[in-house]
């Protein structure tokens, strides 16, 4: 069950520079987006989501675009610090669904 | 700032044997749910509970799992008879009724380790 898909496990950017993470799905019913980070021995953390009637929401040095036609969103960090060392993961809900789907998550490396 | 917390942070037991894992979500908020993520794998969803009763759950979460709101503060996952394709990491999430859509607050987690 691969609804939602990250295909780069693994990023590394050097601090200052922009940090992009994708994600891909294929299930047309979810009307939800987010991301979430995740530190090792702690619990996913919420960053920021996206309603799928938008292409686009910022939240400080975060922001998150949407495509829904090619059904494809990406995360952008900038500037990338090394405090934003993680593994991000994409998630999204469907309408009237509780549940979250989740990708595989990609693991990104500041370098200072 | 409140957190979800859960208990033990691991947990090592016989395959067979029952177990019970524990959580106390944010202390406003409705909606609970139950995750894993199996070492290297995604995170996947068990099972959602609101107003005292399950409101989804998925194909993993069979006759072997149950969870139950004992109080008002805890929110526990049983596992009757683990296997060993139950060792994972397990999540518990709240999240409160004004929340955005998909926001949920997860615990550290617990290992749960199956010989």
């Known amino acids: 069950d691969q609804q939602v898909k990250q295909n780069s496990p693994s990023l590394s950017v050097q601090e200052g520079r922009i940090s992009i993470l994708n994600c891909d799905y294929t299930?047309?019913?979810?009307?939800?987006f987010l991301w979430y980070k995740k530190y090792p021995a702690e619990g996913p953390t919420f960053l920021i989501s996206?309603?799928?009637?938008?292409d686009k929401n910022e939240d400080g040095r975060f922001t998150v675009f949407l495509n829904k036609s090619a059904k494809h969103l990406s995360l952008h960090i900038v500037p990338s610090q090394p405090g934003d060392s993680a593994v991000y993961f994409c998630?999204?809900?469907?309408?009237?669904?509780?549940?979250?789907?989740f990708g595989t998550g990609t693991r990104l490396t500041i370098i200072p | 700032e409140p957190e979800v917390t859960q208990t033990p942070s691991h947990q090592v037991t016989q395959m067979g044997q029952e177990v019970i894992l524990r959580c106390v979500p944010i202390?406003?908020?409705?909606?609970f749910y139950w995750y894993r993520q199996i070492l290297g794998q995604k995170v996947e969803f068990l099972v959602s509970?609101?107003?005292?009763?399950?409101?989804?759950k998925s194909e993993i979460f069979d006759d072997q799992f149950s969870v139950e709101r004992p109080d008002g503060s805890n929110f526990t996952l049983k596992i009757r008879s683990t296997k060993l394709e139950d060792s994972a990491m397990y999540f518990c999430?709240?999240?409160?009724?004004?929340?955005?859509?998909?926001?949920?607050?997860f615990g550290p987690g617990t290992r749960l380790t199956v010989l």
């Open positions: 999430a709240s999240r409160g009724p004004e929340t955005t859509p998909g926001e949920q607050f």
């Open positions: 299930n047309s019913m979810f009307d939800y």
């Open positions: 996206i309603s799928s009637i938008k």
């Open positions: 998630a999204a809900s469907a309408r009237g669904n509780e549940k979250l789907t």
């Open positions: 202390s406003n908020h409705l909606y």
């Open positions: 509970f609101y107003n005292n009763e399950i409101s989804e």
